[in-house]
């Protein structure tokens, strides 16, 4: 199992990024994926999540309403869309693969494999 995110970097507060991860090595899909962000000194927390079982979302309150994860399963990627970042979505934001098709909730102990992480920074 592959997963790259790409999409990170240094954005202002009110700003939007869009997270990339593309995924390989295993089939995508029959598997949930999810977005978890960690910042420093604090544990990692799940954020958004797709269940490959019904394509149904899932968002943490800390994110709803202004992120949106969504797939393209012919491109075997999936996406976050963040928009109005705050200086608080400062992270390391990771992608993961889900050890079901069902994506909730979003625990890490629900999730087996991990991308490397793309960091996000969002300044005053």
């Known amino acids: 199992v592959q997963l790259v995110e790409s999409g990170g970097g240094l954005v202002p507060a009110g700003g939007s990024l869009r997270l990339s991860c593309a995924a390989s090595?295993?089939?995508?899909?029959?598997?949930?994926m999810g977005w978890f962000r960690q910042a420093p000194g604090k544990e990692r927390e799940g954020i958004s999540c797709?269940?490959?079982?019904?394509?149904?979302?899932y968002d943490a309150d800390s994110v709803k309403g202004r992120f949106t994860m969504s797939s393209d399963n012919a491109k075997k990627k999936v996406y976050l869309q963040m928009s109005r970042l705050r200086p608080e979505d400062t992270a390391v934001y990771y992608c993961?693969?889900?050890?079901?098709?069902?994506?909730?909730?979003?625990?890490?102990?629900?999730?087996?494999?991990w991308g490397q992480g793309t960091q996000v920074t969002v300044s005053q």
């Open positions: 993961a693969v889900g050890i079901t098709d069902w994506c909730f909730p979003i625990l890490a102990k629900r999730y087996g494999d």
């Open positions: 090595g295993f089939s995508f899909d029959d598997y949930a």
């Open positions: 797709i269940s490959s079982r019904d394509g149904d979302t």
